[in-house]
């Protein structure tokens, strides 16, 4: 491989990039930066008005910024660098830019105003950018982080180029080498042929020139006892112009080659004069003459030239112009000597001796072996192989067929194999068979192969392989009848993981995820990665009957946290199904595994969905639900009404009413009466939750504040967040619109949210819901033990209550389990002082049971099912 092959493990600093970088990174972080690269030289300036520009320039000095830069190129593997000035508020830090194993690149020169410290009789103009010396110091960190990941990101980019770069050049190496193979033996079945010298000669020329990719061979001949020459024989490439004429009787004096020596001559390489006259004559830039000796006398000149075009010869091009030469010199004693047996055999035997192939020469009359070479004997060393080989070179059957790729079983080579009829020295018929080894070559392809099926980040399979397989699948099933299913998996909450806590956990979460799923026996090798964050497995007929078993375990593997890191990430997903007997054509999989998927997701986070018949006719009517649901909205949710469940308190055994939770039901035009669980996660998917959620807020605090004043001051309410609600900025407001416009007093408000958000972004769950707290009211963790329990949200989540999920009670009186998570997380609340409400009680045991636990509240259709909030007052005030 020539220099200009070689592999660049390195990157130049982008200048754009690295001022975009800064500029984005300046604007938001008030102080100056600039960049350096290793040499001292400006990759960016310092960027600003004039007067910044200028104030910078002349409180950091160039000597301070060299010195910053070489404290990094002198070998300190800090990534930051502190320097002193004169003046204590004006800070300056360094950064370093680091490539390839920590090489340093150059350095980000950083400079700061520390506003708290700048000395009052000091003048500075307001233009100026102020920071403090602890912001200054997390802006410094920050962009440290930036920094490596720019890097890294370009690391990696490089990486895989030169990956795909050294894949294509062992492919062309490998390629190069099986076609001079192939034109070998094509000059090799020449040697023996019978036409005159210069025809065969020609076909010689034509067939080397093309390989070697030169534009002229050609033969020159010494004319006998004067001291001319003239070309022969040529071959010029398409497009070029030929030199026969030009030398015919030329003087030897002439031509400075034919003095008897080889000569190599490439593009770059320095002429002696005489050369460069001759070489600027003819417009040669490189070209090869091989001296052809008879009786010790040069005889004739092989000439391969190349004509304008810049030539460096390799190594392969001399070996392989060396070996025309002989074979060439070989046909020219033959025709000299008239077949004299022993120097043809000589001559032949030294070439193919040398030759990088098998070579084998079989008498097929005679059924024997005349002719092997040493490679030949090493490639079937192996007895089986030798037989089985044998079988094949006495084989009339192949005698004119080319048979590709045979498989050595014994080795377990792969070998590319030409046969050809030729006349053997002694003027036999006879079968050259040349072998050679693509064993490299076959691993290749495969693996080029199987990389375009493969998805780069995962290693699963990819899209394309995906539609391909379960096409294939299909038109099996149509064939045999065989059933298949396809599942496609979402995930839940990745977007959120990736923005939350960064690609590079992402990126881990993902693998660790495939993987999970890969390793999932019955399905390894047939799970897909179809899209950023989706997944598809092939359960083939081969697998069909563990349907059920495949979907268990691809469920189980997300009841559990995923730790990256020593991280826990909660990541749920949603799946979907198809099964052959359910599809028309193997295109409309894709749409009903869609269907199934939305369907699963509808039903809240770890779901499976099967795509059934129906689901068509389920699709027809969700899109009634949601033109009827904009309408509603539109016209100012006049169609959304609030009904109210009691909730008790429990003291001393005795229950007593203390409020209710809001719950919404849709009293529609065009649907009729229409259940939550039927329209709240559609109006989250459109969008519209948020303006459904603040009417049922505003009518519920208006009802609450009713019972408030007719007597039961201590009642209150309860209102349902959406997820959704609470990532919008303007929540807290509108709970504060709420408060000021009813007169209610906030303590009786509460506000039921669920765990899901809580569990990638906590912090923004925390400061949200410290934010409602800090308005008054109070906040419930509803249907707590469902999706991602974990008794530490408790103490970490603002709450005022905790509501068990309704499962809990259904089984609390029948299942330990339900009954000791009940318990625990009862006395847990007790200890931090938290209220626990059950939900869902329907039956006086299941009352009696909790009572033992301490529970203060409970709700359920013991007490009483949703009512309308004039029912309520009937009942309640
Ligand atoms: P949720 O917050 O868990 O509400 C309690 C659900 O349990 C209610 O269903 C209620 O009717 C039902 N329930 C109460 N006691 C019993 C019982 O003893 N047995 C059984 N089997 N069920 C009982 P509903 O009203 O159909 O509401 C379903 C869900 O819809 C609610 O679950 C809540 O998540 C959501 N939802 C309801 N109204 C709103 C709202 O205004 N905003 C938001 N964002 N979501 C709401
Ligand atoms: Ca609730
Ligand atoms: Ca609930």
Redesign the pocket.
């Known amino acids: 491989m020539d220099s200009g092959n070689r592999l660049n493990f390195t990157f130049d600093l982008n200048r754009e990039e690295l001022q975009s970088l800064q500029d984005a990174f300046c604007r938001s972080n008030d102080m100056y930066m600039m960049c350096l690269g290793r040499d001292f030289e400006t990759i960016t300036s310092f960027s600003g008005s004039k007067l910044e520009e200028e104030f910078v320039l002349e409180n950091f000095s160039t000597q301070l910024r060299r010195e910053i830069l070489s404290s990094f190129t002198d070998g300190n593997p800090e990534n930051v660098i502190e320097r002193y000035g004169s003046e204590p508020y004006l800070l300056y830090r360094g950064v370093g830019i680091r490539g390839d194993q920590g090489r340093v690149l150059g350095a980000w020169i950083c400079f700061g105003i520390d506003g708290d410290k700048t000395p009052e009789d000091i003048f500075l103009s307001s233009e100026l950018k102020r920071t403090t010396a602890e912001a200054f110091d997390k802006s410094i960190s920050l962009i440290e982080t930036l920094t490596h990941y720019y890097c890294a990101e370009k690391l990696k980019a490089i990486a895989l180029k030169n990956k795909l770069k050294e894949e294509a050049d062992s492919g062309k190496e490998m390629e190069d080498r099986l076609h001079k193979n192939e034109i070998m033996t094509d000059i090799l079945q020449l040697m023996e042929s019978d036409n005159s010298f210069s025809q065969v000669s020609e076909e010689i020329l034509r067939a080397a020139g093309e390989y070697v990719d030169c534009t002229h061979t050609g033969l020159l001949q010494v004319r006998q006892g004067m001291d001319l020459a003239d070309m022969i024989c040529e071959w010029v490439a398409e497009g070029q112009e030929p030199l026969k004429d030009k030398f015919q009787g030329t003087p030897l004096v002439d031509l400075p080659f034919m003095n008897g020596k080889p000569y190599t001559i490439s593009s770059d390489t320095e002429l002696p004069e005489a050369f460069m006259i001759y070489f600027g004559k003819y417009n040669i830039s490189a070209g090869i003459f091989l001296p052809i000796n008879v009786n010790a006398m040069p005889a004739m000149y092989l000439c391969f030239l190349s004509l304008k075009k810049n030539r460096k010869w390799s190594v392969e091009d001399l070996r392989f112009t060396n070996d025309v030469k002989s074979i060439l010199h070989t046909i020219l004693v033959k025709k000299i000597t008239k077949n004299s047996l022993a120097s043809s055999y000589s001559a032949l035997d030294s070439i193919l001796q040398n030759a990088g192939y098998g070579v084998a020469v079989s008498d097929m009359e005679k059924n024997s072996l005349l002719y092997t070479n040493e490679t030949f004997e090493k490639m079937f060393s192996l007895d089986v192989d030798r037989m089985a080989i044998e079988e094949i070179l006495f084989d009339k059957k192949y005698l004119l067929n080319e048979l590709n790729g045979y498989f050595a079983n014994g080795s377990q080579k792969w070998y590319d194999i030409n046969f050809s009829n030729i006349k053997w020295v002694d003027g036999r018929e006879v079968k050259l068979t040349t072998f050679y080894d693509i064993t490299d070559l076959r691993s290749y392809q495969k693996r080029i192969e199987k990389q375009a099926c493969e998805d780069l980040l995962t290693g699963l399979l990819n899209r394309q392989t995906y539609e391909r397989d379960v096409n294939s699948e299909y038109h099996f099933y149509q064939k045999t009848g065989s059933e298949f299913a396809v599942l496609m998996i979402d995930l839940d909450d990745f977007a959120n993981i990736n923005e939350g806590s960064g690609s590079k956990v992402g990126d881990e979460l993902l693998k660790f995820i495939s993987s999970s799923i890969n390793e999932i026996s019955q399905i390894k090798g047939k799970v897909y990665r179809v899209g950023g964050d989706e997944f598809a497995v092939l359960v083939d007929h081969e697998i069909y009957k563990d349907l059920d078993l495949i979907v268990k375990r691809i469920r189980n593997l997300f009841d559990n946290p995923w730790v990256v890191d020593g991280v826990g990430y909660y990541c749920s997903m949603s799946m979907g199904g198809v099964k052959s007997s359910n599809v028309s054509d193997s295109v409309n999989i894709l749409t009903r595994l869609s269907i199934a998927l939305h369907d699963a997701k509808k039903n809240g986070k770890n779901q499976f969905m099967l795509y059934d018949e129906n689901a068509d006719v389920l699709a027809a009517k969700r899109l009634k639900i949601e033109q009827a649901m904009r309408r509603a909205v539109e016209e100012g949710c006049e169609e959304f009404e609030v009904y109210y469940?009691p909730i008790m308190e429990m003291v001393d055994g005795v229950t007593v009413c203390c409020g209710a939770?809001?719950?919404?039901r849709w009293n529609s035009k065009e649907m009729g009466f229409v259940?939550?669980?039927e329209f709240?996660a559609i109006a989250e998917q459109l969008g519209l939750?948020s303006e459904i959620?603040e009417k049922?807020l505003f009518a519920a605090a208006k009802r609450c504040k009713h019972w408030n004043d007719f007597g039961h001051p201590e009642f209150k309410v309860n209102i349902?967040?959406?997820v959704i609600q609470l990532t919008r900025t303007d929540i807290v407001d509108t709970i504060r619109d709420a408060i000021n416009f009813t007169g209610i007093n906030p303590r009786n408000l509460t506000f039921?949210v669920t765990e899901s958000l809580a569990i990638n972004d906590m912090e923004r769950m925390i400061a949200v819901l410290e934010q409602i707290r800090s308005l008054g009211c109070r906040v419930a963790l509803?249907?707590f033990g469902t999706g991602y329990s974990s008794l530490s949200y408790i103490k970490n989540l603002p709450i005022d209550t905790i509501k068990i999920d309704?499962s809990f009670i259904n089984d609390v009186t029948s299942d330990g389990f339900a009954e000791a998570f009940v318990k625990t997380v009862a006395e847990l609340a007790d200890s931090l002082d938290i209220d626990v409400c059950v939900?869902?009680?329907?039956h006086d045991n299941q009352l009696q049971m909790i009572d033992r636990f301490s529970v203060n509240l409970a709700?359920?259709?013991?007490f009483d099912r949703?009512i309308t909030g004039e029912e309520f007052e009937d009942k309640y005030i």
């Open positions: 469940q939770e809001a719950l919404c259940m939550p669980d709240i939750i959620g049922v349902n967040l959406s039921e509803d249907d309704k939900e869902g009680v329907e709700q359920g259709f013991f949703p």
